[in-house]
C-alpha cells in the first residue's frame, strides 16, 4: 500500500462532487464574493482551484510544502498541485511546476502529484461582451493589459463557458522525471533567467502511475 492511497481514495469519492458546468459570469461574480483571483482572465483555471479547495478544506492541508519560493498547492500524504487543461485536439502539453521543486517534493517524500482538470471549453465571445464586462467589473483595465496594448492590438478571446469533464490524477517518482519534457521560460524583469518547468504530454500518462476520474 502507497503512502499517497488515502490521498488517491479521498480523490475518488469527492471530486465527482464538483460542479461540471461552469458559466464566465456565474463563476467570476462567485469568485468575486469569496475574493478568489475573481480579477483573472483565465477565470476557470482558478475557479477550479477555488471549488476544490472549498471541497476539500477539512482533509488536506492548503498550501502544500515550500521549496524556495515554489509553494505547491496542497499535502495530504504527498504534495499536490492542482492545473487546469482546456481540450484541444492539436495541444496536449500540461507545464507542471519547476524541475527543481518538483525534485525537492520527491527527494522529500519520496512521490510527488498533480491533480489536472481536463475541461471543454467555449470562446463564444466574438463581439468581446464577457471581456468587455469583466473590465467592467473590475474598475477599468489593469496595468498588464495596458502595457500589453502598448505592444500590440491583439488580444485573446476570453473563455465563455468550461465543462470539467475528468480529472487526471497522476502520481510521480524520481525516475519518472527523466521521462518528462523541460520548458523555458525566459527571463524575469531584472534580466535573471527564470527556473525551467517540467511539462506533461497527455498522450503518455500511462507511462505513469494515473488514476483517471470521468465526470
Not at 62 to 76: Q, W
Amino acid at each position: 500500500m502507497s503512502i499517497y492511497s488515502k490521498d488517491i481514495q479521498i480523490f475518488k469519492e469527492n471530486l465527482p462532487k464538483l460542479p461540471k458546468l461552469w458559466d464566465a459570469k456565474t463563476c467570476v461574480l462567485e469568485l468575486k464574493e469569496a475574493d478568489y483571483n475573481w480579477r483573472q482572465m483565465e477565470w476557470w483555471a482558478f475557479y477550479f482551484e477555488y471549488k476544490f479547495r472549498t471541497l476539500f478544506a477539512n482533509k488536506f492541508s492548503f498550501p502544500g510544502d515550500k521549496f524556495d519560493s515554489v509553494t505547491f498547492d496542497l499535502k495530504g500524504s504527498i504534495n499536490w498541485d492542482l492545473k487546469a487543461k482546456a481540450i484541444k485536439s492539436d495541444d496536449h502539453k500540461v507545464i507542471l511546476n519547476d524541475k527543481s521543486a518538483m525534485e525537492n517534493s520527491i527527494a522529500q517524500d519520496g512521490f510527488h502529484g498533480e491533480i489536472i482538470a481536463l475541461c471543454d471549453v467555449e470562446y463564444n465571445d466574438h463581439d468581446r461582451s464577457f471581456q468587455k464586462w469583466h473590465t467592467e467589473l473590475k474598475g477599468g483595465k489593469s496595468n498588464y493589459e495596458l502595457e500589453r496594448e502598448s505592444r500590440t492590438s491583439v488580444s485573446r478571446y476570453r473563455k465563455t463557458k468550461a465543462d470539467l469533464t475528468e480529472i487526471a490524477l497522476i502520481v510521480f517518482k524520481k525516475d519518472d522525471l527523466d521521462s518528462l519534457a523541460t520548458m523555458k521560460q525566459g527571463r524575469n524583469s531584472n534580466g535573471a533567467p527564470r527556473p525551467e518547468k517540467y511539462m506533461l504530454d497527455l498522450e503518455t500518462i500511462d507511462n505513469f502511475e494515473n488514476y483517471i476520474i470521468k465526470l
